[in-house]
Structure formats: structure tokens, C-alpha cells
């Protein structure tokens, strides 16, 4: 019996893939598990003030729209800082800036407890976001600094999994809280949501600072050799193609489109973490605990989605209709949901479908800038396409509060989301195809 021998250039490219693949291995147990970790705890300082409503509400006598109008405040403070703060981290490094971050927003996260005024909540809010603003896009442009082009879907997606397993985990945890605690040293169970949560932010701030390398030369557990390969494979990326004029970042419609599919995929997440709460008690269920664990089913799927998707891209080397697909499912449960009046089981199913689509389409919308920018215009256009796109966080908690409000239903901001779903459909399609499939 004879063989075929395998030719020396097949087996060294086999080799070499094999290394390659070994060393990202490496990289991204070190980082990626770090970073999804503060996504988490960075997500549910964010969002835990949509249980934290439950029972802040009705002890500081506030109303949806001051609800809403606060919880978007966030995102006011969040765009206007979001650009800045990203070409400071060009500047000053990764670690540093991502530990000020994170320790800042503990901090004022945690002071959410003692507001007892709408001025107060306001002012907090806003704040909240000035201190969060440059987070996600920073880590985006760290991570364009270590995984090329070809691989970034996927490494985008397990760090992104951070924000549905912080709702799918700290969902039950935060209504465990408002239950336990209720009362305790003549606090409400809101204000220990607040203190509690906030702790993790502080301690892995501090953590990243410590041991967070600012890019692959400074990493002291990665061997010559492997920072060789890294680099390399940075170099192959076809440069000729990026931008590296600053201007770019705000004048290349690209961004432009970048920002609202983005803001289409908010409209999703945030409706979910902000509202679904609410909704859910006006089905009937009363207690924080028992919404807590209904909310884990949406972003349990969601973090699914968010794994499977974003690998698929990756593998398929297709970005657009990775992004249509989900976003399509998410508009048809969103019509549907803004149809009538459902009940409990139908509306955690709806809401599980929009969360599902808007988390699945997140790490290929976010591994498309790096196709097209480079350098400066890379942290500015990813940090200005994260503003654009915290609008929608605006829209989408301030518009349904005051339709709460107002008339009394949420359905027609249902009905617009869904619209504007559809329409991140056709700017998903706008991209060339020469540009996205790589």
C-alpha cells in the first residue's frame, strides 16, 4: 500500500496554523476572559436601575418619565464623551484609562442609592455615563490591536457575551437582592442593588491596572517568537484600504451607517434591560425575585446568539446577512409584541426573540470598522459610531415613559423600533460586499 506524501509547503502552512491558533488560544484566555468580566460588571451598573425601579419608584415618588428620562441621561453623558475619551485611551494606553473607567462608574453607581430627588437622579445619571464613556469602544480598538481582521467576529462576540450573561446572571441576583435586603439597616432593597453592585466594578478597575498590558509588546507572558506571530498577522491585514485621517472618522458615511445599524441593535438590548421589568409586573408578576429569573430567559438565548453568530461570520467570511438575518426576527417580534395585550409566557417569549436578534447581530456590526479604519481614525470613528448608536439607548428609555406616561402603553415605540430594525436591514446591505466578506 502506498501513500501520498504530503507536500513540505502544506504541512508547514498546517504548522504554522496550528501555532497560530495555539498562541490565540493564549491571548485570548488571558484577555478576553478579563475584559468580558468588566463588560459584565460595566452592563449591570448600567442596566440594574430597570429592577432597581420596581421599588424606587413608589419610595422616591417618582414618575415613568422621570424613570426614563434619568435612565437616558446615561446615554447623554455617554455620547458627548465617547470620542474624547477613546483618543485618550490612544494616548495614555489601555490599562490605565479602562481602570479609570471602570472605578469611576463603580463609584457613582454606587452613590445611586442615596439620590432622594429627580434633580439628583438626573444629574447621577449623566454623570454615570460621562465616567463609562470610551469603555466598549476602547476595548474594541485594544482588541483591533491583537486579532486580525479575519478573526475579530468571533473574539468581539466572547467578550460581548459579558452583556447578556450580566442580565441573564445578575438579573435573578439583583431581584434576590431587592428581596433579601429590603429594609435592612433602614435601607430599601433599591439602594442595596446599587452598594452591592457597584463593589465589582471598583475591584476589577483596580485589577486591570495591575495586570491589563497595554498592547502585545508589553505582554510579559507572551515569548519573542509569539509576539512576532501576532504582529505579523496584524501586518497582513490589507492596509492599503484604511483610513488613517482623523476626518475620516466623521465624514465616511461607513461610520455613519456603523452608528445607526448599531443604534437599531440598543433599541433591542435596551428595551429588554430597561422595560421588560415593567412589562413584566404589569402582567401580574409582583415579586423582584420571580422578574429577576424571567429576565434570565431572554439573555440566556441572547448569549447563545451571540456565540454561535458571531463564530459563523467568522467562518462563513460574510458580515451583511449576518446582520440582516437578526435583525429581521427581532422586527417581527417586535410587531408582533406592539400587536395587543399579551400575557406573561407570550411576552418573555417576544422579548426573548428581540433580544436574541438585536445580541446575535452585535459582534459582526462591531467587527466591521476595523475593515476600513486604522490607527487615529480607527478610535475616533468606533468611538463616534458608539455615540451615534447610544441614541437609540436615549430613545428607548425616555420615548416609552413618556408613552407610559402619556397614553398608557408602550406599543407604538414597539411598533417604531421595529421600523427602525428593518431600516438597519437596508444599511446593513449598503456596505459593499468586497469590503465586508473578509
Known amino acids: 500500500m502506498s501513500y501520498t506524501a504530503i507536500p513540505d509547503s502544506v504541512a508547514q502552512r498546517a504548522s504554522q496554523s496550528n501555532n497560530a491558533d495555539a498562541v490565540y488560544r493564549k491571548v485570548t484566555i488571558r484577555l478576553i476572559t478579563f475584559l468580558c468580566l468588566c463588560y459584565f460588571a460595566a452592563y449591570l451598573d448600567r442596566i440594574n436601575v430597570g429592577l432597581a425601579k420596581l421599588q424606587m419608584l413608589n419610595a422616591l415618588q417618582f414618575s415613568d418619565t422621570v424613570y426614563g428620562l434619568g435612565a437616558g441621561l446615561f446615554f447623554a453623558g455617554y455620547i458627548l464623551f465617547e470620542v474624547p475619551s477613546n483618543l485618550i485611551l490612544q494616548k495614555v494606553g489601555a490599562k490605565f484609562w479602562i481602570a479609570r473607567i471602570m472605578v469611576t462608574w463603580g463609584l457613582l453607581s454606587g ?14 445619571r449623566f454623570l454615570l455615563g460621562v465616567a463609562e464613556a470610551g469603555f466598549l469602544p476602547g476595548v474594541l480598538l485594544y482588541l483591533t490591536q ?31 437582592i431587592m428581596s433579601m435586603f429590603d429594609g435592612a439597616h433602614g435601607f430599601g432593597g433599591w439602594q ?63 461610520v455613519w451607517a456603523l452608528g445607526l445599524i448599531d443604534l437599531c441593535v440598543l433599541l433591542g438590548l435596551y428595551g429588554v434591560s430597561f422595560w421588560l421589568p415593567t412589562i413584566l409586573k404589569d402582567t401580574g408578576v409582583r415579586d423582584p425575585y420571580t ?68 445580541a446575535a447581530a452585535m459582534p459582526v456590526v462591531w467587527a466591521l470598522p476595523s475593515t476600513f479604519l486604522k490607527g487615529s481614525a480607527a478610535a475616533a470613528g468606533i468611538a463616534f459610531a458608539c455615540s451615534l448608536a447610544n441614541l437609540g439607548g436615549f430613545g428607548s428609555t425616555y420615548f416609552i415613559g413618556w408613552l407610559r406616561d402619556t397614553f398608557h402603553t408602550q406599543s407604538a415605540g414597539i411598533y417604531g423600533f421595529g421600523v427602525c430594525m428593518l431600516i438597519g436591514c437596508l444599511l446593513a446591505l449598503s456596505y459593499p460586499k468586497s469590503l465586508v466578506n473578509r
Open 146 to 176: 491583537w486579532y486580525p481582521d479575519e478573526r475579530r467576529a468571533r473574539i468581539i462576540a466572547l467578550f460581548m457575551v459579558g452583556l447578556p450573561l450580566s442580565s441573564m446572571v445578575g438579573s435573578p441576583i439583583s431581584g434576590w
Open 192 to 254: 442595596w442593588l446599587f452598594v452591592i453592585e457597584a463593589l465589582p466594578s471598583i475591584v476589577l478597575g483596580v485589577a486591570i491596572f495591575m495586570y491589563l498590558p497595554n498592547n502585545i509588546a508589553s505582554a510579559r507572558w507572551l515569548s519573542a517568537e509569539e509576539k512576532a506571530l501576532l504582529s505579523a498577522n496584524l501586518d497582513k491585514d490589507a492596509h492599503a484600504h484604511k483610513s488613517h485621517n482623523l476626518s475620516a472618522a466623521f465624514t465616511d458615511l461607513k
Open 111 to 124: 452613590a445611586t442609592a442615596f439620590v432622594t430627588t429627580p434633580t439628583q437622579f438626573y444629574v447621577l
Open 291 to 358: 422578574i429577576g429569573w424571567l429576565m434570565a430567559i431572554p439573555n440566556a438565548l441572547a448569549v447563545v446568539g451571540v456565540l454561535v453568530w458571531g463564530a459563523s461570520s467568522d467562518k462563513m467570511r460574510e458580515r451583511r446577512w449576518h446582520i440582516v438575518l437578526p435583525f429581521m426576527l427581532s422586527a417581527a417580534a417586535m410587531f408582533i409584541f406592539a400587536t395587543g395585550q399579551h400575557g406573561t409566557v407570550m411576552t418573555v417569549v417576544l422579548f426573548s426573540l428581540i433580544n436574541l436578534g438585536a
